[in-house]
């Protein structure tokens, strides 16, 4: 997906939060702000969101030299989905189509988000998003597909949204390669995140080797691209990945929760809806 | 009020907003945000955001050409409400406090902003703007201010709303000085804009020789000044003006809606709410 000039706003407004997290000082934040304002002119508005989010979240970690802004809050959600984890397991299991329910879960857990929509309301949004049919329901199609797969790559999003992926996979009992950002930005996972959700004991956690809030292929390591090339079913979470890999014809499912109207529309749903979208269908 | 950071987001979004009104080229539209971002390190925080709204809305129409990007709007504006005019005096006539009805309606009509909240729905905001009660309410000090008063400065805002403004100066009965902005600037009214919805029947239009979306003082002319400092009563319309002047010890009364969150935290009230608020008075 390309960046949309209503992007830039957001840039601004991202920004403002993540560098609100690590400081209170207006003229040392404005300082983030004023970069960022530099930075503009520079944007191409034919490279997606997340090219211009990396350079983003550098300068908020360069103004205010904090490498992890987000590293309380990303402990705060996985240790919150955790305690949660228990009852989360056991509706999937005593649910009539366990498969179909811990995808929607996925898809619900997308809501934790520090990027685009910090303002969430986890349980609630969840009962929310568990409630409501995915504007776009590919479910089908997953199901199919993950049957006959048997080298599966699972693109990470956000900290504390990895424990939903965590049921997600124990309930697809199939050998899962479970990629995260290579470095902190936003909220987005790492293999510190990933580990400390559980993920090490139910598949392979490796790096994308990419720092952006996406995945930006030219950016990511050989090993990566190697099980990007060879998975026979992609199962990738979230805006930032969507937006980096919308034009990619790969056996993609992606599962998404739409937290802004940019991403809506580029998906011609409304905001706020679920996802679960394959990348070789049409609508 | 001082700017705030959470104004710079907005900037853009409104930069972005006018560009569009007048222009379809994205390359384009860019350029006007590339200029907006050097701009950032230029605005100083403990000014008032009309201040930056000046250069902002100077920028658009630099890059766009276009020296009222939102004439067509302000017309169509003064047209819908001037279509309404004949039902507003009836409901204002009829009422059992006239002044009192003139007064809401005047606040209600301040919902037309192409700047701070172009999405308004007039005639649905409008009445549910009247069946709220103002969250300040310094009606009774406005009425009994205005009884003794012989000189009163009216500060308007946009076009449309000024023609709630007429119906409330119809109302009020004295002799009324009516200051509108000195250049198109976003969608305020202007003399031309003023006549056009008949205040010149009513009131005596002046432009205060300020070109930014509000009144600032030092860029005011010396006949407005005069006016301003001699008045014994000033009604402030919008939020603009509130920005301006918000520190003046002046008999004035800001009557308008709010209709973003950061003005809304300067007054202690809810987005969304009414304010009639005196400024020689607490909340």
Chains 1, 2 share one sequence.
């Not at 685009?116 to 329901?137: C, G, T, V």
């Not at 080298?151 to 965590?166: H, K, P, S």
Request: with cysteine; net charge negative.
């Amino acid at each position: 997906m390309k960046t949309y000039l209503d992007c830039i706003p957001c840039f601004f407004k991202q920004a403002l939060f993540a560098a609100r997290v690590v400081l209170d000082d207006e003229e040392k934040i404005k300082q983030v702000l004023d970069r960022i304002g530099m930075l503009v002119s520079e944007i191409p508005l034919h490279s997606s969101p997340p090219e211009t989010g990396r350079e983003i979240y550098r300068t908020v970690r360069e103004v205010t030299g904090v490498d992890d802004p987000f590293a309380g809050l990303k402990a705060e959600s996985i240790e919150k989905v955790l305690s949660l984890y228990p009852s989360l397991k056991e509706m999937v299991e005593i649910s009539e189509e366990p498969l179909e329910t811990a995808v929607k879960l996925a898809v619900a857990g997308n809501i934790i988000d520090f990027g685009a929509n910090p303002d969430f309301q986890l349980e609630q949004d969840i009962q929310e998003s568990l409630r409501k049919e995915p504007a776009i329901n590919h479910y089908e199609a997953f199901k199919n597909k993950l049957e006959g797969a048997s080298e599966i790559l699972y693109l990470a999003d956000n900290a504390g949204e990895t424990v939903f992926d965590r049921i997600l996979i124990e309930v697809m009992a199939k050998p899962v390669i479970y990629a995260v950002r290579d470095r902190p930005v936003i909220n987005d996972a790492t293999v510190k995140d990933a580990i400390e959700s559980g993920l090490d004991k139910v598949a392979k956690v490796v790096s994308s080797g990419c720092d952006a809030p996406g995945v930006i292929l030219k950016r990511c390591s050989e090993e990566f691209l190697d099980h990007f090339k060879s998975a026979d079913l992609i199962i990738s979470k979230g805006q930032g990945n969507y937006e980096t890999l919308s034009s990619e014809q790969r056996p993609i499912f992606y599962l998404l929760k739409t937290k802004c109207s940019i991403v809506a529309r580029d998906l011609g749903v409304n905001q706020g809806d679920t996802v679960i979208k394959y990348a070789l269908r049409g609508n």
